[in-house]
T-cell receptor, first 119, second 110 residues
Framework: GAVVSQHPSWVICKSGTSVKIECRSL??????MFWYRQFPKQSLMLMAT?????????EQGVEKDKFLINHASLTLSTLTVTSAHPEDSSFYIC???????????????FGEGSWLTVV | KQEVTQIPAALSVPEGENLVLNCSFT??????LQWFRQDPGKGLTSLLL?????REQTSGRLNASLDKSSGRSTLYIAASQPGDSATYLC?????????FGTGTRLKVLA
């Protein structure tokens, strides 16, 4: 079945550095990928939607210069947290919409998520 | 604007009990609803996905139902085990965007 892989699953970085999280669709092409973030004891919230080859669309309140999203190919989207601060520590998860002409073309698959800790 | 609520926020039960987790949503125009499990410090695992045209889905000891008209879904866990201890999230999909509930933290006591 379709699989979405996120890497790394865990990452610890120092304040002020940048960290990149990758989201890959392993056996399908994804026209659209979505990035979510979970604050402690809160629900997952959509951060941005990225379409291959175009700029990401960010949700209200999400700093696009801080959370850089690149969707350079149909199988890979990256989220880069720039100049990370401890308050950026969170659970980040991506999902991908399959590019298919059959009924599964509207299916969205989730990655397992990435835990970021900024120290 | 879609809002998703999960009740209870936390639940502690003795092993072997059957239990029900509730999820309600305000906009019935959904594409599907998905239940996830999240273990502390670990990733998200999809448990069951119910399409808007379906009433329920079953997988092992799990059964999820969907009543779109009333904006409700339930996740039924039969014969609970300590290994079921986790946070359970429901998520409702509109066009492509999922709206998540805040989750129910389940603890099954041995």
């Amino acid at each position: 079945g379709a699989v979405v892989s996120q890497h790394p699953s865990w990452v610890i970085c120092k304040s002020g550095t940048s960290v990149k999280i990758e989201c890959r669709s392993l056996d399908f092409q994804a026209t659209t990928m979505f990035w979510y973030r979970q604050f402690p004891k809160q629900s997952l919230m959509l951060m941005a939607t990225s379409n291959e080859g175009s700029k990401a669309t960010y949700e209200q309140g999400v700093e696009k210069d801080k959370f850089l999203i690149n969707h350079a190919s149909l199988t890979l989207s990256t989220l880069t947290v720039t100049s990370a601060h401890p308050e950026d520590s969170s659970f980040y998860i991506c999902s991908a919409r399959a590019l298919r002409r059959d009924s599964s073309g509207n299916t969205i698959y989730f990655g397992e998520g990435s835990w970021l800790t900024v120290v | 604007k879609q809002e998703v609520t999960q009740i209870p926020a936390a639940l502690s039960v003795p092993e072997g009990e059957n239990l029900v987790l509730n999820c309600s949503f305000t906009d019935s125009a959904i594409y599907n609803l998905q239940w996830f499990r999240q273990d502390p410090g670990k990733g998200l695992t999809s448990l069951l996905l119910i399409q808007s045209s379906q009433r329920e889905q079953t997988s092992g000891r799990l059964n999820a139902s969907l009543d779109k008209s009333s904006g409700r879904s339930t996740l039924y866990i039969a014969a609970s085990q300590p290994g079921d201890s986790a946070t359970y999230l429901c998520a409702v999909r509109g066009t492509y965007k999922y709206i998540f509930g805040t989750g129910t933290r389940l603890k099954v006591l041995a």
